[in-house]
């Protein structure tokens, strides 16, 4: 865990609430659609070669940022 931000206020809206991030093992994290397990080179093409909507996400915010296709 990389803690962001470390600070205390002595006025809060909402005293009790704080904010964190699940933990998931492979098998629990493998029941999200937009999960990917890529660890080769293999698995990233396999991605880029169908019609993956994550892929799609990924490569519209790039080309949009970047200006650039690939």
Do not use: H, P
């Not at 699940?22 to 698995?43: F, G, H, P």
């Amino acid at each position: 865990m990389t803690e962001l931000l470390d600070l205390s206020l002595e006025d809060r809206a909402f005293q009790t609430w704080s904010m964190g991030f699940l933990s998931l093992d492979t098998n629990a994290r493998a029941e999200y659609e937009a999960y990917r397990n890529i660890q080769t080179r293999q698995d990233l093409e396999a991605i880029a070669c169908r019609d993956d909507k994550i892929f799609g996400l990924v490569r519209g915010l790039y080309v949009a940022n970047a200006g650039r296709g690939f």
